[in-house]
Structures are given as structure tokens and as C-alpha cells.
């Protein structure tokens, strides 16, 4: 292992020193193989058909021309492909999203839906012969526009209290020296990870053998078992590099399709999505329209806040963008409401997406404060720190740490931000217009119950087993630091194997959650190992083992609100002439737990926040309302920022130890995404003196701004 | 007139990495296809097929290209230089060095694509290529200097989704840095960034 | 993506016959737009005639000031060619503005010139399009059109141009060279694309079965202090929302001659004569630069959600014309 720094001993731990990610040369070298890239010989290759009609019911799939197209293998769809059982308990205890779990009726509820799959002996035989496949729609009027006002909106909680709500909000406000009553909208935005789901299924000896790209490798494998009513055992998932997942890589339509045609041909069948295809089929960010009504004394003190927000899903399968469950952590006042409500539409079924609720709730409510500082005079930064928190506004429970304050003042010094001249408009460079805005920001830090094993080998090294998943993160990196403290060993001596459901239940690559829940894991089995080695053991050819198990100890854990806190700050320059909106510089300035390896937890804060540059000026997925389905789904079409949209952008963190946590950690996949496109939006407005309420701002609406109201309106 | 009937797939020789693969392809298959598919060189990604994200960047003699949009058969005649081509043995090219020290990366999926295209961007701004973030286009003006603004918008072609780009930058500083002091110094150890396949 | 027939051509004269031999076959440049159509179903040619390998690749310098470029010259040897660079800087940043090195380094000068629209609807064969399926309708007039034309367009169709090149070509006369079974041919830029009408699906001048083999850049002195400049909805590897290039010639305050071309507006790069008109003769200032830009812009047809880019691009051309007399100044 290269180190990136000193070479530190044992002794002194390797937590907290940066390490360069263990498997980075096969990354570098192109050596990494991701799921598609596996060879297996006989391969079959599978490919999806997707519906064009929004609504309605499939009339027929005609697959005699097409079976007799060159190369094809069969054609899989409602009328032939074999039944799964779709009413099991999954992931938290949610039946799975029927998208899924494919070809089991012939009702079609969005643009998208899989139809059949296609299977031929090349790629290009199994894509020309899908894209033969004429399959007849009975169509049904389709409603696929989320409106504040639509009757078909319910609460819906997800993963939290649908409602909250406390004290008189109406007299609250009555009695706000300031009130901020606005309405905040972002769009459908997609995770657009760099490598396309893919999936190889294949039975062997009597196990189904699945590989693919995913973010819980046990995960997969139990809903697989489950759908095709197969014994876990029976069915092992590996996955061992991902290329990226920000939520997306669950269970999909991709693997059951794989897995039933597999089991049909009786050879490998391997099943890759296009990036077209991805838009469809691999969840993606509902869009939301929020509304936040916010009332304070002269001094800034929150007397009400009220933050409802409204997302939409699919006819077939209820997620909920939970936005309004921001201020449930933020921040206090007497009155005290937040509500999260759902439309179902004719449209796919969105699901987690980076920051999943904070992202686009927190633009709206640090918008919010943005506007209610600048109403009171008062510095946007100060107003946050009047505003902190004793306990869980909602909850009442005390926080395990918080820290805001400290990443608030660390990053008001080191962004410059003393000094800064509160009017709107009035710094300029050549054609552009200057301005500064910040925002805070937080995630859930929870851990999940895993299992691990160690295993000490005769020849003086250490294998470390766990069904975790390196999306990216650095896991296998951290996990290989966290067990050499935890074996006090060097680094170089352990070797951390993943991404094999054959290593036992772990926590998925999600929520945050995955490196603290698997390193509390390893930590138990390779502390205990080194306790046993340290009695003088022999240590026999076949190795010496310790299993651990995390679901006892985390049951014992006491109730505190815990999360990852973060201070935003961003530098942007506008050209009001043209639209063009620039981020010249983000600081971000973290608490966050433990850093295990300030490497790889600084590039991913960092891009953390290149996501909030993104959200707040390029992302949006556009619906056309004839036909229900996306316009231009793909990467020209739906933008993510590029090396050149991002200027400085720097993340550090603040000391911030969870004293619960083995290691201390809490976890930083999702923090960096949370405020930032806040803290650009409200940058923005210093700059222009327009208040962009509606994401992305792009340059149509800056431009429409200000030929409208020559800089002070708000768009 | 019905046109004559033509065959849809050539038996072809390419030369990748300095070695020849003879194979036949449908016509249909593109580069990209033939790398990953045929001859197990996977180092080369599919991002999206469509030459909008730049992982499938490979050097077609010399030059960075897009492996997804060029057909396998066009390809023939040609030098393809892939992410597997880049090392010496067991010595990483400087450019992937710099990657793999500076953390230049999150998932490594858009990682082959980055750093083939890096490579490129090194010569070509030694070869003294203006950019779009270049001011002054006209030879007498000079070659710009390789800033950080010069080096996003001449790596803007490759996406990364993960949002590396700070440390991307950063690690193609520091390998273009290295590639000019050992072109100034031809008696420096240092290894220069290798012809591009040129 | 259907099966094909590939065949490369040696010469010009045996790459036209080829052609003409197969009703479906197409011409194979860069394959950028080509081969991205061959996979979303758009183009589905029975035979690529590959054209790259022709010795069509020079750029010469012309004894008159002006320039000579092959049809298969690749974008990124037109952008760093130092006579191109020196005579029309224009032309560089707006070949450097599109795409991304990678898809600059296969992309041809005649392919450039032959892509299509990037308008959504065309590449969604589960839509009508007009340009690709005639009389089907097109779904961007009532759909999303906030990146359409707004000058030129006509009921049955509002997608635009999305060439960068071709607005700098444009703005310098160019002149389109090809061959066909007949002999050789030219027309220029001005007319090679043919105005939109009732037949969006027929997009250029060119007789069938005719082989881009150059551009001709007449000489224009007024072109050496020309400029490019781009709008797009994030910094690089976009296509624009608007863009102009734009060269002036001022002498004693006065403007002597001008040249201004719009893109991403209209069906095809669009050559604002009527800014010219203005512009020649009257004060290097910037009234008359406002008053160019509205004389061009008398003549949008902007859609319920982009007219912004009329708004765009008045405040785009006039900055392009207000640093170029900076600079002229200096």
C-alpha cells in the first residue's frame, strides 16, 4: 500500500491517516472488473424492451418475427415468463417496487416499464431484435404532472413520521418581528452514476449465481430468493467494484430479468441497461414543491416554522421524498410543523437519491433562512448560530454531538466571510457579478446491524470478510485501516474482501450508514481475534476465525439524535447579460465523526458538493405532458456538472467524536450534498439581487429575471 | 435497382496496445464493443454509448477518441492505445501514478477514460493546442499556460459522477508538471509521460 | 441497430459510386452523429460507405488570404491550424466551443457540417417528428421547445442548427465544395441549407448522392480580429442555447465592415445581414450595436417559453461587438 502521507507505524493507529485507496491500481490499470466485465463462457445476452405509452394495458407482444431474427434465444414478457412472489417483506420491510419484479402483469403504469426481455447470443442481435419487437398497447389517459394542488395528494411518512406539528403557528407568526411565506420547487433529478446496471446470472451446481453491480450484496440476495422462492442459501450475489450508486443499485429490474431468463435458457444471461433505459427503470429524485413559512423576533429567534413538502410516485409503489423532515433535526420554535405528502403518477417509481430528503429540503429551508436574514438585517451565518438547538426540536432527545457552531465559525474564517457587504449586486469582475451564500446542513448517522468475519493466517496476515459494498466510498480502504487498529497490526498485513453475499448479513452501502455500521463489525471480530492471539496461540494452516455480530450491541444503544452537521459556503459569479452562472469557490466545513481516511472522506465531501453545484444550476429532468415520458434522457440531455463547472472547492471538518461508536464515526456519503445548492442559490441572489426559488437556476431564468425587474425581482 | 447484396461483418486486424487481434466483426459492432466483448480488454468503460461521458476514451493513434462512436471495422489500419497499454510492467504511467496518489477518483468507472484523455491533454498542450478556455487563439499569442481553468475545460469531455474533479485536476497537475520538467531536463530520471502511441 | 454493409473508399470518384450504388447507404466521417443516430434508431442505413481514409485532409493556405479545408480535416486540426488561428480566430474558439477533445479529434469538417438536430423529439422514435418521420407532426412546438429556433422556424418544425463551426463558416462566407457522378459542385453556405417550410426532413442543398470534399474560406481581412462566443447550460460539453461570432473592422470610430452570424437559433447557422446592415458605416458604439442586434432580431417567432433567447441573444451579439472594439481600441 502506498501512503499518502507519513508512514506511520501500528502503534499510533492508521485511523485518521490518509491511505490511498487499497485497490486503486487496478483502478488506474483498468484491472478492476465491474459486474459487466466478468467473462463467462455460453453468455447470453439480454435486452430490455421498455413500454412507450404511459398508461394502459399490453394487447400483444409479437415475438414470432423476432425469434426468428438471427441469434435470438427467446423472447420473455407477461404471457410466458414464469410468476415470482411479490408480497415478501425486503429492505425495511417494504414489498418490493413491482418495476422489479418484471413481466408479471399486462397493466403498463408509466413510460419505461419492461415489457419483455430480449436474449440473443451477441449484444447487437439481442439490440436489434428488441428494438423489432412490436408490442401492441391498449392506451389509457395518463397523469403525470405533479401540481400543489392535486387531489390525489396524501401524507405519507417512508421512512419517518408523515407529520409533526406543535404550538400555535398562526399566532406564532402573528407575532414574528419577520415572516418569510414562500414556495420552493425542485425537479426530477437523476443519480446518473458512470456505469449502467448490470447483472450476470447463471446456475451452478444447483446456486443460482448472481454478479452484479450493487450496493448490498445480501441485500440482493434475499430478495432474490425471495421473489423466485428459493432458500438464501441457494443463491449467492457478488459485487465486487460499482461504479457509483448514490441510491440507485438495489434490487431492479435488470437482475430478476436476468436471473428468470437464466433459469429459462439454462446458461449465463448477462443483462446490462442502457443509459436511455436508466432513466426509467433505476429510480431516480422525485421532483417536490415545497412551501416554507417562517416567523421571528428582531433577533432572528424562530417563533414558527412550518415546512410542507409535496413529491410525487409512481401508481404502483409509494416513495416519499421526505423534504420536510429537515427542520425536524435544524432547528426550534414553539410553533412547529412539518408534513410530507405524496401524489402517486403515471410515471416510474423514484427512490433514494443521495441525500434522499435533505437534499432538496434543505434548499428550500436554508433558502428560507437566507430571506429571513436579509429581512432582518441580520448576517446569515449569525442567525444560524441564534437558532441552534438544545435537543431534537421534535424529538426532544439529546444530540450525541452537533458541532454546527464550530463548522459555522471555522468556515466563516476560512471562507473570508468577516467583512462581507450584505447588498445585494454590488461586487463586480469584467462582465460578472460577485456574490457569497451559505447554508447548513445535516444527515442521519445511524449504523445497521453486520456481521464480519477475521480470519488470522498462519503466515502472520489477516483476511477480513464482509458482505459490504465499496460504491466508491472507499470502504475497502477503511475497512482495511479500521481492522488494522483494531488487529494493531500494519495496514499492509490485513486484506479486506467484499461484495460476496457469502460472507453473511451486512448493512448496505446506504443512508451513510454502511462504513460505520461494517467497520463496528470488524472492530468486534478482529478485537476479540487479537485478544485470542494475544494468549500465545498457534496459529493452525486453516487459520484462526472470529465472527461477529452487531445486531445485540446496537440494540443497546441509547435513543439520541444523531447526524453529520456541515457549514456551506459558496462564491459565484453571474453574468446577468447572458444567464451564465459560475461557482468560482465552495468551502464546506464538516462534523462528521471520526475521519477514517482523510483521503477518500475529503473527495467525497468534496463530491458531496459538486452534487449541490449540480442540483443548483444543471440538473433537471424534463417530462413531456403529451407523452407522459422523458425529454432527451440522456447524459446530453439531462446535465451533470463538468470538470469545468467546478471551480475551488474545498471540505474539511471540525473534531467531532460520536462517544457511542466504536470508532467514533458518523459517516460522510451524504452530508456533502446537503445546502449546498442552497448556499450557490443564496450566492446567487447576493450577487444579483434575484431570489431563484426554483431549481436549476439556469441562464433562461436568470436572464428572465433580470429583463423583468432589472435585478430586483425574484424568479 | 436492388443493391447488391452485401456482407455485414469483415474479418479485421486490430492493432491494440501493440499487438494485432484478428477476428471477424459485425459491422454493427463498435470499438468499445470489440474491446470489452471479444478480445476481454474491459479496462475500457461503457458509460453511455453515446459519446456523451467520455469513459470509453481510448487513443486512436495518438489521439483521444471515443471508443463507443467508432466502429470496430473503421478502426482497422489504425493504433489503439487502451488503459491496459498505458504501463510499463509494473510501472504505473506517471499520469495514473498521479490518479492513484492524489485519489483522482471514487467509483473508477470514468477513471481508464480520465486518464486516457489526460494523457492526451498533456500532448496536446505540448503540442500547443489552444483550448476554449484559452483567451487568445492566435499563434502569436503562444500556448497558454496549463492553469487549473485550462485543464477542467480541456478535461470536460469526460464526465465523473462521482465529482472528483478537485483531486482529477490536481492529478493531472501534477503528471503534466512532471512531463514538462523531464522534457526541459532530458537528463532527468524522471520517466516523461510516454508517447502517446504516437 | 440493423445490419449493414461497409465498404471504405479508396478515392472521391469511387466513394460517390459506392454511394450511389445502395439507395441506403451513407456516408461514414467521424461517426459521431452517424453512428449515435445508427443506435437510437433515427438512421438505419444498409451500407456505410467510410470516407475517412479519402486525401481529403489538408488544410491549405490560399495566395488570396483565404483558406482551403478537406472535408475530412478533424475538428481539432482546423482548430489548432495556425493559419486558421491567425486569419480567423473565430473559427477556432467556435470549433473549440463544441463538444469535447475526444469528439473534436474524430468529427470531420464535412460531418460537421451534415449533423442533425439535437432537438429531443427527433431522436425519440415514440414521438412525432416531422424532420424524421414527414407529416408526423412536431411535438416541440406544444412540448419542449426551450432550446428551439427562434427565427426561420415554421409550424412544422423549430429545431435549430447545432453546429458552433458552422456559425463561424457562416459568418465568413464559406463555400461548400462536393462531388457527385456528375462532376464537382459548389454552393455556399448561405444557401446550403434550405429553409424550413412544409419539409423539415430536407435539410440541405446538396444533389443526392453528393460527397462534401471542402469548405472554401474566401480571404477577409476583417475576420483576423473575429471572436466566438457561447451560451450553454453548464461550462463545457454542452451544445448552446445561443451563440454569435462576430468580427469587426473599425477604422477612426467607424465601423468599415462587419460580420455577425447567430447559432442556436434557427434551423441552420444564421447570418445576420440585417445586423451587418446596420453595423457598416455608423459609430463603433454602443447604440448601433443594440440597434444591429434589433434590426436581426425584428424578425423572431420566439415560442411561449424561449423567448428568452431574444433577450439572449441581443445582449450576447452586442457584447461580442462591444469587446471586439475594445479591442480594436487598444
Same mark, same amino acid.
Given at each position: 500500500?502506498?501512503?499518502?502521507?507519513?508512514?506511520?507505524?501500528?502503534?499510533?493507529?492508521?485511523?485518521?491517516?490518509?491511505?490511498?485507496?487499497?485497490?486503486?491500481?487496478?483502478?488506474?490499470?483498468?484491472?478492476?472488473?465491474?459486474?459487466?466485465?466478468?467473462?463467462?463462457?455460453?453468455?447470453?445476452?439480454?435486452?430490455?424492451?421498455?413500454?412507450?405509452?404511459?398508461?394502459?394495458?399490453?394487447?400483444?407482444?409479437?415475438?414470432?418475427?423476432?425469434?426468428?431474427?438471427?441469434?435470438?434465444?427467446?423472447?420473455?414478457?407477461?404471457?410466458?415468463?414464469?410468476?415470482?412472489?411479490?408480497?415478501?417483506?425486503?429492505?425495511?420491510?417494504?414489498?418490493?417496487?413491482?418495476?422489479?419484479?418484471?413481466?408479471?402483469?399486462? %397493466?403498463?403504469?408509466?413510460?419505461?416499464?419492461?415489457?419483455?426481455?430480449?436474449?440473443?447470443?451477441?449484444?447487437?442481435?439481442?439490440?436489434?431484435?428488441?428494438?423489432?419487437?412490436?408490442?401492441?398497447?391498449?392506451?389509457?389517459?395518463?397523469?403525470?404532472?405533479?401540481?400543489?394542488?392535486?387531489?390525489?395528494?396524501?401524507?405519507?411518512?417512508?421512512?419517518?413520521?408523515?407529520?409533526?406539528?406543535k404550538g400555535d403557528l398562526a399566532a406564532g407568526l402573528a407575532a414574528s418581528a419577520a415572516v418569510v411565506d414562500a414556495e420552493y420547487t425542485t425537479p426530477e433529478e437523476h443519480h446518473s452514476m458512470m456505469e449502467p446496471h448490470a447483472a450476470t446470472a447463471l446456475w451452478d451446481g444447483g446456486r443460482l449465481e448472481v454478479v452484479d453491480s450493487n450496493q448490498g450484496t445480501t441485500w440482493i440476495q434475499g430478495e432474490l430468493a425471495s421473489?423466485?422462492?428459493?432458500?438464501?442459501?441457494?443463491?449467492?450475489?457478488?459485487?465486487?467494484?460499482?461504479?457509483?450508486?448514490?441510491?440507485?443499485?438495489?434490487?431492479?429490474?435488470?437482475?430478476?430479468?436476468?436471473?428468470?431468463?437464466?433459469?429459462?435458457?439454462?446458461?449465463?444471461?448477462?443483462?446490462?441497461?442502457?443509459?436511455r433505459q436508466m432513466f426509467s427503470l433505476a429510480g431516480y429524485r422525485s421532483p417536490t414543491t415545497q412551501r416554507v413559512r417562517l416567523g421571528s423576533d428582531p433577533d432572528g429567534r424562530l417563533l414558527a416554522l412550518e415546512h410542507r413538502s409535496l413529491s410525487r410516485t409512481s401508481s404502483v409503489y409509494e416513495f416519499v421524498e421526505p423534504s420536510a423532515g429537515v427542520a425536524r433535526v435544524m432547528y426550534d420554535a414553539d410553533a412547529h410543523y412539518t408534513a410530507n405528502h405524496v401524489v402517486p403518477l403515471d410515471v416510474p417509481s423514484p427512490t433514494f437519491m443521495r441525500a434522499p430528503g435533505e437534499a432538496p429540503g434543505s434548499f428550500a429551508i436554508e433558502s428560507a433562512l437566507d430571506e429571513?436574514?436579509?429581512?432582518?438585517?441580520?448576517?446569515p451565518v449569525e442567525l444560524r448560530l441564534r437558532n441552534e438547538p438544545e435537543v431534537g426540536?421534535?424529538?426532544?432527545?439529546?444530540?450525541?454531538?452537533?458541532?454546527?457552531?464550530?463548522?459555522?465559525?471555522?468556515?466563516?474564517?476560512?471562507?473570508?466571510?468577516?467583512?462581507?457587504?450584505?447588498?445585494?449586486?454590488?461586487?463586480?469582475?469584467?462582465?460578472?457579478?460577485?456574490?457569497?451564500g451559505t447554508a447548513a446542513a445535516s444527515f442521519h448517522s445511524g449504523a445497521g446491524p453486520s456481521t464480519a468475519t477475521v480470519t488470522a493466517q498462519a503466515d502472520g496476515t489477516f483476511t477480513v470478510r464482509i458482505s459490504a459494498a465499496d460504491i466508491g466510498t472507499g470502504a475497502r480502504t477503511a475497512l482495511t485501516l479500521v481492522a488494522a487498529d483494531a488487529l494493531e497490526v500494519a495496514p499492509d498485513r490485513v486484506r479486506v474482501r467484499i461484495g460476496d453475499s457469502d460472507f453473511g448479513p451486512a448493512m448496505i452501502a446506504g443512508g451513510s450508514m454502511g462504513t460505520r455500521s461494517w467497520a463496528w463489525a470488524v472492530t468486534e471480530a478482529a478485537g476479540e481475534l487479537r485478544e485470542r492471539l494475544a494468549l500465545g496461540v498457534t496459529v493452525p494452516p486453516e487459520g484462526i476465525t472470529v465472527r461477529s455480530d452487531t445486531t445485540a450491541a446496537l440494540g443497546t444503544l441509547a435513543q439520541k439524535e444523531r447526524h453529520s452537521f456541515g457549514a456551506q459556503f459558496a462564491e459565484v459569479a453571474v453574468d446577468t447579460a447572458t444567464g451564465e452562472v459560475r461557482v468560482r469557490r465552495m468551502l464546506g466545513i464538516f462534523a462528521a465523526g471520526r475521519i477514517v481516511n482523510p483521503l477518500t472522506a475529503r473527495n467525497q465531501l468534496v463530491g458531496g458538493m459538486v452534487w449541490g453545484i449540480s442540483m443548483a444550476l444543471h440538473e433537471e429532468a424534463v417530462r413531456d405532458r403529451t407523452s407522459g415520458g422523458l425529454y432527451a434522457p440522456d447524459l446530453a440531455g439531462y446535465h451533470v456538472a463538468t470538470n469545468a463547472d467546478v471551480g475551488d472547492v474545498q471540505a474539511d471538518w471540525v473534531d467531532d467524536l460520536d462517544p457511542d461508536d466504536p470508532v467514533g464515526i458518523k459517516g460522510v456519503g451524504e452530508i456533502g450534498v446537503v445546502g449546498a445548492a442552497a448556499a450557490v442559490a443564496n450566492a446567487v441572489r447576493h450577487a444579483t439581487g434575484v431570489r431563484h426559488r426554483h431549481l436549476p437556476i439556469r441562464p433562461d431564468r436568470v436572464l428572465s429575471a433580470a429583463s423583468a425587474g432589472g435585478g430586483a425581482a425574484d424568479a | 435497382m436492388a443493391p447488391a447484396p452485401s456482407s455485414t461483418s469483415s474479418a479485421v486486424t486490430l492493432n491494440i496496445n501493440g499487438e494485432k487481434h484478428q477476428l471477424t466483426v459485425d459491422h454493427r459492432t463498435t470499438l468499445l464493443d470489440a474491446l470489452?466483448? %471479444?478480445?476481454?480488454?474491459?479496462?475500457?468503460?461503457?458509460?453511455c454509448d453515446q459519446g456523451q461521458c467520455g469513459a470509453c476514451t481510448v487513443l486512436v493513434d495518438g489521439r483521444r477518441a471515443v471508443s463507443c462512436l467508432n466502429l470496430a471495422v473503421a478502426a482497422e489500419g489504425r493504433e489503439i492505445t487502451t488503459i491496459e497499454g498505458m504501463a510499463e510492467g509494473d510501472r504505473l504511467h506517471p499520469v495514473q501514478q498521479a490518479f492513484l496518489d492524489l485519489d483522482g477518483y471514487q467509483c473508477g468507472y470514468c477513471t481508464p477514460g480520465q486518464i486516457c484523455s489526460a494523457i492526451a491533454v498533456i500532448e496536446e498542450h505540448a503540442a500547443g493546442w489552444p483550448s476554449a478556455a484559452t483567451d487568445d487563439v492566435r499563434p502569436e499569442a503562444g500556448p497558454p499556460p496549463l492553469t487549473p481553468d485550462e485543464i477542467r475545460e480541456r478535461m470536460s469531455g469526460n464526465l465523473c459522477r462521482c465529482g472528483a474533479y478537485v483531486s482529477i485536476v490536481q492529478a493531472v497537475t501534477r503528471a503534466a508538471e512532471a512531463h514538462e520538467a523531464a522534457a526541459q531536463n532530458e537528463d532527468a530520471p524522471v520517466e516523461s509521460v510516454k508517447e502517446a502511441a504516437a | 441497430m440493423r445490419?449493414?454493409?461497409?465498404?471504405?473508399?479508396?478515392?472521391?470518384?469511387?466513394?460517390?459510386?459506392?454511394?450511389?450504388?445502395?439507395?441506403?447507404?451513407?456516408?461514414?466521417?467521424?461517426?459521431?452523429?452517424?453512428?449515435?443516430?445508427?443506435?437510437?434508431?433515427?438512421?438505419?442505413?444498409?451500407?456505410?460507405?467510410?470516407?475517412?481514409?479519402?486525401?481529403?485532409?489538408?488544410?491549405?493556405?490560399?495566395?488570396?488570404?483565404?483558406?482551403?479545408?478537406?472535408?475530412?480535416?478533424?475538428?481539432?486540426?482546423?482548430?489548432?491550424?495556425?493559419?486558421?488561428?491567425?486569419?480567423y480566430p473565430a473559427l477556432t474558439q467556435a470549433v473549440l466551443a463544441g463538444a469535447s477533445g475526444q469528439l473534436r479529434n474524430m468529427a470531420t469538417v464535412g460531418g460537421n457540417l451534415l449533423q442533425r438536430t439535437r432537438c429531443g423529439y427527433f431522436t425519440d422514435l415514440s414521438r412525432p417528428c416531422n424532420k424524421r418521420a414527414p407529416g408526423s407532426g412536431c411535438s416541440a412546438v406544444t412540448g419542449e421547445h426551450h432550446n428551439h429556433a427562434i427565427l426561420g422556424a415554421t409550424d412544422h418544425c423549430v429545431a435549430t442548427h447545432p453546429s458552433d463551426m458552422g456559425v463561424a463558416l457562416a459568418a465568413f462566407d464559406a463555400v461548400v465544395g462536393y462531388e457527385t457522378l456528375d462532376g464537382p459542385g459548389e454552393l455556399p453556405l448561405a444557401d446550403f441549407y434550405l429553409p424550413v417550410g412544409d419539409t423539415p426532413h430536407r435539410e440541405t442543398a446538396l444533389p443526392p448522392g453528393a460527397l462534401i470534399t471542402?469548405?472554401?474560406?474566401?480571404?477577409?481581412?476583417?475576420?483576423?480580429?473575429?471572436?466566438?462566443?457561447?451560451?450553454?447550460?453548464?461550462?463545457?460539453?454542452?451544445?448552446?442555447?445561443?451563440?454569435?461570432?462576430?468580427?469587426?473592422?473599425?477604422?477612426?470610430?467607424?465601423?468599415?465592415?462587419?460580420?455577425?452570424a447567430l447559432g442556436a437559433v434557427a434551423s441552420r447557422p444564421w447570418r445576420a445581414h440585417a445586423a451587418e446592415a446596420v453595423l457598416t458605416g455608423a459609430p463603433a458604439d454602443g447604440d448601433t450595436f443594440a440597434a444591429a442586434a434589433d434590426a436581426e432580431l425584428a424578425a423572431v417567432r420566439p415560442l411561449p417559453d424561449n423567448g428568452y433567447k431574444v433577450t439572449l441573444m441581443r445582449n450576447l451579439a452586442v457584447a461580442v461587438l462591444t469587446e471586439l472594439a475594445e479591442e480594436a481600441a487598444r
Open positions: 500500500m502506498t501512503t499518502a502521507t507519513s508512514g506511520r507505524t501500528r502503534l499510533s493507529g492508521v485511523v485518521g491517516t490518509a491511505h490511498t485507496r487499497v485497490e486503486g491500481r487496478d483502478k488506474v490499470t483498468g484491472a478492476a472488473r465491474y459486474a459487466g466485465e466478468i467473462p463467462f463462457a455460453d453468455l447470453a445476452h439480454g435486452w430490455l424492451v421498455l413500454s412507450t405509452v404511459a398508461r394502459g394495458r399490453v394487447r400483444a407482444v409479437e415475438t414470432d418475427p423476432v425469434l426468428a431474427m438471427p441469434g435470438v434465444l427467446a423472447v420473455l414478457h407477461h404471457g410466458n415468463a414464469p410468476r415470482l412472489v411479490t408480497d415478501y417483506a425486503g429492505l425495511m420491510g417494504m414489498t418490493p417496487d413491482p418495476t422489479a419484479a418484471v413481466f408479471q402483469q399486462d %397493466r403498463v403504469p408509466h413510460v419505461g416499464w419492461p415489457v419483455a426481455l430480449v436474449v440473443a447470443e451477441t449484444p447487437e442481435q439481442a439490440r436489434e431484435a428488441a428494438e423489432a419487437l412490436v408490442v401492441a398497447y391498449d392506451e389509457e389517459p395518463h397523469d403525470t404532472e405533479l401540481t400543489a394542488d392535486h387531489p390525489d395528494a396524501h401524507p405519507a411518512g417512508g421512512v419517518m413520521p408523515a407529520e409533526t406539528g421473489m423466485f422462492s428459493l432458500d438464501a442459501s441457494a443463491v449467492r450475489v457478488r459485487s465486487e467494484h460499482i461504479g457509483g450508486g448514490f441510491g440507485s443499485k438495489g434490487l431492479r429490474a435488470h437482475q430478476v430479468a436476468a436471473v428468470m431468463a437464466a433459469t429459462e435458457l439454462q446458461r449465463p444471461v448477462r443483462v446490462v441497461m442502457t443509459r429571513l436574514a436579509e429581512r432582518l438585517g441580520v448576517d426540536p421534535v424529538s426532544g432527545l439529546p444530540f450525541s454531538t452537533r458541532n454546527l457552531d464550530a463548522c459555522f465559525r471555522e468556515g466563516a474564517r476560512r471562507f473570508g466571510w468577516a467583512g462581507r457587504d450584505p447588498r445585494p449586486g454590488v461586487r463586480r469582475d469584467g462582465r460578472w457579478l460577485l456574490g457569497t | 470489452r466483448e %471479444r478480445l476481454d480488454l474491459t479496462g475500457t468503460k461503457k458509460g | 445490419e449493414f454493409g461497409y465498404q471504405r473508399a479508396d478515392d472521391v470518384s469511387g466513394a460517390v459510386a459506392l454511394l450511389a450504388a445502395d439507395p441506403d447507404a451513407r456516408f461514414l466521417g467521424g461517426g459521431t452523429n452517424l453512428v449515435d443516430l445508427m443506435k437510437t434508431g433515427v438512421e438505419r442505413p444498409a451500407r456505410l460507405v467510410d470516407v475517412r481514409e479519402l486525401p481529403l485532409d489538408t488544410i491549405e493556405e490560399t495566395a488570396d488570404g483565404g483558406l482551403r479545408v478537406g472535408a475530412t480535416v478533424t475538428n481539432s486540426d482546423l482548430a489548432a491550424h495556425p493559419g486558421v488561428r491567425r486569419r471542402g469548405v472554401t474560406l474566401p480571404p477577409a481581412p476583417v475576420a483576423a480580429r473575429s471572436r466566438y462566443r457561447k451560451v450553454r447550460e453548464r461550462a463545457s460539453y454542452a451544445f448552446a442555447i445561443g451563440s454569435v461570432a462576430a468580427a469587426l473592422d473599425i477604422e477612426d470610430g467607424v465601423v468599415r465592415e462587419a460580420r455577425l
